[in-house]
């Protein structure tokens, strides 16, 4: 009984005593929560920072790693022709052919299709400016350049429509070739194709910039408008139209654009050629490097039968990409051509001003040497589809079958190469035609020459 009662006082002590206990026990493991949720928290943002940098990692990994694939390589091409209007196909930026597509129904169609409006409108001008107003060199030359230019993004537009299918073949062809199997073997292709747009693009802006800084001198000398630089140089940079229409800013701005993006497409359709050559001949070549490795070495006949399909089927895809390809081949050609004519004739005249003669020589210059390189690169796909014949010379006799005896007949027999609409053939035999043709043409041209220096300021 005393032990159930008590003394008050010692049972006071005693509940304080519990109360403080298991108030520090609840503070000791309040305490130790929060402890234990910080290290959790703190381990948990390290594991998603790490989770983080290593998908960064991959992600840089992935962007500078090559598969070697042809649409990989050709991809920057792309897509920089699209910034000006060329080539509307949807995600070029993938890696794989079967992701390509082309719709009327997208923005970057109906920017192609408002370019080559603008091309036209500015061509009709041209010609009603060259048949009523002025028919003289420098006119006709205009004329020709701005119809080239429509004709150039009609046939751009046009190889859009047919390019996600032929780049689908071409992945199936590159699929069943032997594998690159060297990083540096992969990079190959697309730094070839970046090396060859950088360099163009680079020295065709320099072109223009210095064309403009030419056109400064009638601008300074005589300008349409004093005090309004602006004005007259946008007014003079399109003058054949301005001469039927009433000159405003806007329409000076709209002009200067379509300037800017007739120039690259002149430019662009020289690149592309050569960016389609280099990896038909890169193709070929991949092949023929495959062949020379195992051609001392003992080989059987299923080794050349499974080698001459896939020479036919890089065979049938150059058929492919040439019927696709063929009208802007032959704009590039004949356009290089007329032009080289028409600015060797002019070399002999006199330039009203230094920047018109470093213009001049710098032009002429880059043109000769884009119009050599194109061929040589176009001329490389027959050089490299005839190479097999030399490999073939190196297997021993005893490896000598039928199979590569009809592979060798074949390869002697056909004539793979880029055409211009059937008319020519990309070989390096077309180089020597093309000077041939330049110097015929200039000697019939130097005939009629009768300026003796280019037009100054009041008689342009």
């Given at each position: 009984m005393a032990r159930t009662t008590g003394d008050p006082a010692r049972r006071r002590r005693c509940i304080a005593r519990i109360k403080f206990w298991r108030r520090s026990r609840v503070g000791s493991d309040t305490t130790l929560g929060?402890?234990?949720?910080?290290?959790?928290?703190?381990?948990?943002?390290?594991?998603?920072?790490?989770?983080?940098?290593?998908?960064?990692?991959?992600?840089?990994?992935?962007?500078?790693?090559?598969?070697?694939?042809?649409?990989?390589?050709?991809?920057?091409?792309?897509?920089?022709?699209?910034?000006?209007?060329?080539?509307?196909?949807?995600?070029?930026s993938s890696k794989f052919a079967e992701d390509l597509t082309f719709t009327w129904f997208s923005m970057r169609t109906y920017y192609a299709l408002v370019t080559i409006l603008c091309f036209g409108i500015s061509s009709g001008y041209m010609v009603a400016y060259v048949t009523s107003v002025s028919f003289n060199f420098d006119s006709v030359e205009t004329l020709v350049f701005y119809l080239s230019i429509f004709l150039i993004s009609l046939s751009f537009f046009q190889l859009a429509r047919k390019w996600p299918e032929v780049a689908q073949s071409w992945q199936l062809v590159e699929a069943k070739l032997p594998p690159l199997k060297l990083p540096r073997e992969r990079r190959y292709l697309g730094q070839h194709i970046n090396m060859i747009t950088i360099v163009a693009t680079t020295c065709s802006l320099v072109e223009h910039i210095m064309s403009m800084l030419s056109m400064g001198y009638y601008v300074n000398s005589c300008?349409?408008?004093?005090?309004?630089?602006?004005?007259?140089?946008?007014?003079?940079?399109?003058?054949?139209?301005?001469?039927?229409?009433?000159?405003?800013?806007?329409?000076?701005?709209?002009?200067?654009?379509?300037?800017?993006?007739?120039?690259?497409?002149?430019?662009?359709?020289?690149?592309?050629?050569?960016?389609?050559?280099?990896?038909?001949?890169?193709r070929f070549r991949q092949l023929n490097d495959y062949m020379m490795k195992e051609a001392r070495l003992p080989t059987t006949v299923d080794y050349w039968m499974q080698c001459r399909i896939n020479f036919r089927n890089l065979c049938k895809l150059c058929e492919e990409v040439d019927d696709a390809l063929s009208t802007i081949t032959l704009l590039c050609f004949s356009n290089n051509l007329?032009?080289?004519?028409?600015?060797?004739?002019?070399?002999m005249q006199a330039k009203p001003s230094i920047l018109h003669a470093l213009y001049f020589w710098f032009s002429l210059v880059y043109l000769l040497g884009r119009t050599l390189i194109l061929s040589l690169y176009s001329s490389s796909i027959n050089d490299e589809s005839k190479r097999p014949l030399v490999i073939f010379r190196l297997v021993p006799r005893e490896y000598?079958?039928?199979?590569?005896?009809?592979?060798?007949?074949?390869?002697q027999m056909d004539n793979v190469a880029l055409t211009g609409m059937k008319f020519f053939r990309l070989t390096r035999g077309v180089v020597i035609s093309v000077a041939g043709t330049i110097v015929t043409y200039e000697l019939i041209l130097l005939q009629f020459n009768g300026e003796e220096k280019v037009a100054g300021c009041f008689e342009s």
């Open positions: 929060t402890i234990k949720y910080r290290v959790v928290s703190k381990s948990t943002k390290q594991f998603k920072l790490s989770l983080i940098k290593a998908w960064l990692l991959r992600f840089r990994q992935e962007d500078y790693k090559y598969s070697g694939s042809f649409q990989e390589a050709i991809k920057p091409v792309l897509i920089i022709a699209q910034i000006f209007a060329l080539m509307p196909v949807r995600k070029v300008p349409r408008w004093p005090h309004r630089t602006l004005d007259s140089f946008l007014y003079l940079n399109f003058s054949s139209v301005f001469y039927f229409v009433d000159y405003t800013r806007f329409l000076g701005i709209v002009g200067k654009v379509i300037n800017v993006l007739s120039t690259f497409a002149w430019n662009f359709n020289d690149i592309f050629v050569m960016a389609v050559s280099v990896a038909l001949a890169a007329y032009f080289i004519c028409g600015k060797i004739l002019k070399s000598w079958c039928d199979e590569l005896k009809r592979f060798s007949e074949e390869v």
